[in-house]
């Protein structure tokens, strides 16, 4: 299953949650927050044991960095999808659409 979603925050500052998840559980969620020609990328692998956390920098030293992060919400502000909830909203699409076949 794969939900993604894409938040833009200001004329160029742009949000993109692409969270995918195999029949075992085990879930991978990358966070993209990108402004202009700066970027800061995580990623995140969850197995159910065990969790693997990675960042990217891209375009910006330490100062520009620690500047760029301040201007975005925490990350235990923000809620990953929960992709087997039947009330997310990818589960209401899935409802809506095919419910009647």
Do not use: H
């Not at 990623?43 to 159910?48: A, Q, R, S, V």
């Amino acid at each position: 299953v794969v939900a993604s979603l894409r938040v833009r925050c200001s004329a160029q500052a742009v949000e993109e949650r692409r969270t995918v998840q195999d029949s075992q559980g085990r879930r991978e969620t990358t966070v993209t927050r990108r402004r202009g020609d700066q970027a800061f990328i995580t990623t995140t692998k969850e197995d159910g044991q065990s969790k693997d956390y990675q960042e990217e920098v891209v375009n910006m030293d330490d100062r520009e960095l620690a500047q760029f992060a301040g201007t975005w919400p925490r990350q235990d502000e923000l809620r990953t999808p929960n992709l087997s909830d039947p009330s997310s909203v990818l589960g209401s699409f899935f409802r809506r659409w095919f419910s009647s076949w």
